[in-house]
């Protein structure tokens, strides 16, 4: 029997040896509150490379001080943050996994004590800052941090890039008729709200000919918010610019009660990959080998992101062979527990 979760996948240059992929998760480890990795982030994200993931992407790395979640977020704002993101990047090699690195801005859900900027000045909750309207400079300054934070992301060997462009983060708001209240040519239509990415999307590739991947929030859980039929017009929109891989999640972009179950974000998944006809990859509540071969097998996405599942047990794509029946080869150094 054929185990496509166990395939490999080929993007531009760059292989899979499997379709599993360590979802970005906000670690909230850089200590110094000065973006720079610890010790901490190289046995995190090693330790999932030995557990024969095939594609580990880092936490959201914001590529201006401004753009953190919180002050203990990673960071790419800066030259003297290549060194750390390569020694991650080294143990992640080690065993044969491929590295991703998300590159993100908070927006208004920035949690800091200076000054945060968003599309418009409205705060997330009563309990959050109110943020600085961007002007276009702000806007034109942000777009060239996403540049920058590419080439450095490239000289610290990284073999995918993704955006954040989900959860109400910055590019999220930009994209939401639910935050982006503006009437200049970055606010309105949706086209306009496409801007902000489009111009990211430029910027980025202006540096990197790599697999450029972008997650979105494929629901905002608000009957005013972008219908299915926005995302796939953004998602043919990026498809166009030369993104690979669509990542699917929900959520963020406002306070909202989100009911859970398995595999609850799997159709938004689905609909972008049919509508769109662009790759995506599946996220939440994907816990079995069963559930995450099922998803690939019936064409609902083409890579499955794990998060908490991976934070339980570093070994899962062993735990998922052996339900499967499939002979995964692990780390010559664990051959006798394997």
């Known amino acids: 029997m054929k185990h496509k979760l166990f395939e490999p996948y080929t993007v531009k240059d760059v292989t899979l040896k ?5 979802s970005p998760m906000c670690m909230y480890s850089s200590d110094n509150q000065d973006g720079y990795a610890q010790p901490f982030h190289l046995t995190h994200y090693e330790s999932r490379s030995a557990g024969q993931v095939g594609l580990i992407i880092t936490e959201a790395t914001a590529v201006l001080p401004e753009g953190r979640i919180s002050h203990e977020d990673l960071g790419i704002w800066s030259d003297e943050h290549i060194e750390g993101l390569q020694k991650i990047n080294e ?4 065993h044969g996994a491929k590295a991703g690195i998300q590159l993100a801005h908070a927006g208004r859900k920035a949690n800091l004590r200076d000054e945060i900027f968003a599309p418009s000045a409205e705060a997330f909750s009563a309990s959050m800052k109110v943020p600085t309207e961007m002007t276009n400079e702000d806007i ?25 462009a989900a959860h ?9 008729p639910l935050t982006n209240k503006r009437d200049d040519e970055y606010g309105g239509t949706r086209e306009n709200r496409y801007r902000f990415l489009r111009e990211a999307i430029e ?9 450029l991947f972008v997650r979105i929030s494929g629901e905002e859980y608000h009957e005013d918010g972008n219908t299915m039929d926005d995302f796939i017009y953004f998602a043919r929109e990026m498809k166009s610019q030369g993104v690979d891989l669509i990542d699917v ?25 049919q509508g769109a006809g662009i790759d995506t990859g ?27 599942a991976l934070l339980r047990n570093p070994y899962w794509p062993k735990e998922a062979a052996d339900e499967l029946g499939y002979s995964l080869e692990g780390p010559r150094q664990y051959t006798r527990a394997w």
């Not at 499997?18 to 360590?22: D, G, P």
């Not at 910027?203 to 697999?211: D, I, L, S």
């Not at 509540?285 to 992101?305: H, K, P, V, W």
């Open 203 to 211: 910027a980025v590739k202006h540096e990197w000919n790599g697999p």
């Open 91 to 94: 143990g992640i090699h080690r």
């Open 140 to 164: 034109q300054r942000t777009v060239e941090a996403f540049r920058e934070g590419t080439r450095r992301s490239k000289e610290a060997g990284f073999d995918v890039i993704e955006l954040h």
């Open 249 to 273: 999640s929900s959520g963020g972009v406002v306070p909202a009660a989100i009911d859970p179950y398995p595999g609850y974000q799997v159709t938004y998944s689905e609909q972008i990959k």
């Open 18 to 22: 499997n379709r599993i992929v360590m």
């Open 282 to 308: 599946a996220v939440g509540l994907i816990t079995s080998g069963n559930q995450a071969e099922e998803i690939l097998q019936n064409e609902r996405a083409d890579l499955i992101f794990l998060a908490r």
């Open 168 to 176: 109400g983060y910055l590019i999220n708001q930009f994209l939401s």
